[in-house]
């Protein structure tokens, strides 16, 4: 078999806190070695900056990171590409956050910078996704900073249909499978595009890569991949462009879906 590139998302396909699953299982860690003694290429695709990235997902030897939903990439600690947020854009996040009580995240590759850390909103998101509060700053300059995703946390749905109208010529506001959150990335930015500037670093054809996802951030990358899998527990829409369904995280959708595939 052909040396694969393999792409996982984390929230909804490695791991999937809203379930109670917080670490990768052992199924998928011994799926994964599997791939990894096959000799194939493995790397994370996220939404989250490398510093957002859990340890646990760190500590597991990928070969490399499409992260801020492909804005920035990094192969064997080197970044590969970033696409980087005009202060214009993040002027506008944070006045919006400011009229409507909600927070931002700007996140870089070692730090995220947060409207206010003793929110008891932010305390909450912290909670639940796993997010470090040593790496958060709420003091900055926004002139300053280089960052190369946002995300919002709103009181309301509502809210949330505002961020889209009042945002959307910057930024794709994606909403979250949970919450009432979105990321916010950079127009022209995706998973499938990170994936791509991966692809023509390491001279590797597109048609060799198979990608893992649940999300609406996802629809780039499962559409762009040679094979693009999605999860039991992944979006209707997501569902309608893959080219297969997998059961759920807590139903171990990845090792069923490697081994229906026949990669292990």
């Known amino acids: ?102 927070n931002y995240y700007f996140e870089s590759r070692d730090a995220i910078y947060i409207r206010d850390a003793s929110d008891p909103m932010h305390q909450k998101f912290i909670r639940e996704w796993s997010m470090d509060a040593r790496i958060c700053i709420d003091r900055f300059d926004y002139d300053r900073i280089e960052t190369y995703i946002g995300m919002l946390v709103c009181q309301t749905p509502e809210v949330l249909e505002q961020a889209a109208q009042c945002l959307g010529k910057y930024f794709d506001v994606q909403p979250h499978v949970h919450g009432c959150s979105c990321d916010l990335t950079l127009k022209g930015e995706s998973k499938g595009k990170g994936i791509e500037m991966l692809c023509a670093h390491l001279n590797v054809d597109i048609t060799n890569t198979v990608a893992f996802g649940d999300a609406h951030n996802d629809y ?24 297969y369904t997998t059961l759920s995280v807590r139903d171990e959708g990845i090792f069923h879906a490697l081994k229906d595939c026949k990669f292990i």
């Open 1 to 102: 078999m052909n040396q694969k590139y393999f792409f996982f998302d984390i929230d909804g396909t490695l791991v999937d806190f809203n379930a109670g699953i917080d670490r990768i299982t052992p199924k998928t860690i011994e799926a994964l070695n599997e791939l990894k003694n096959r000799s194939h290429q493995l790397l994370v695709a996220t939404g989250r900056s490398i510093c957002f990235i859990p340890d646990f997902v760190k500590e597991y030897d990928f070969n490399g990171f499409v992260t801020c939903n492909g804005a920035y990439v990094e192969l064997h600690g080197k970044s590969l590409y970033k696409a980087v947020i005009h202060q214009e854009a993040i002027r506008e996040v944070m006045t919006f956050c400011e009229n409507t009580r909600s």
């Open 220 to 243: 780039e990358m499962i559409s762009n991949v040679g094979l693009g899998i999605v999860m039991g527990n992944g979006v209707k829409e997501l569902k309608k462009i893959g080219d």
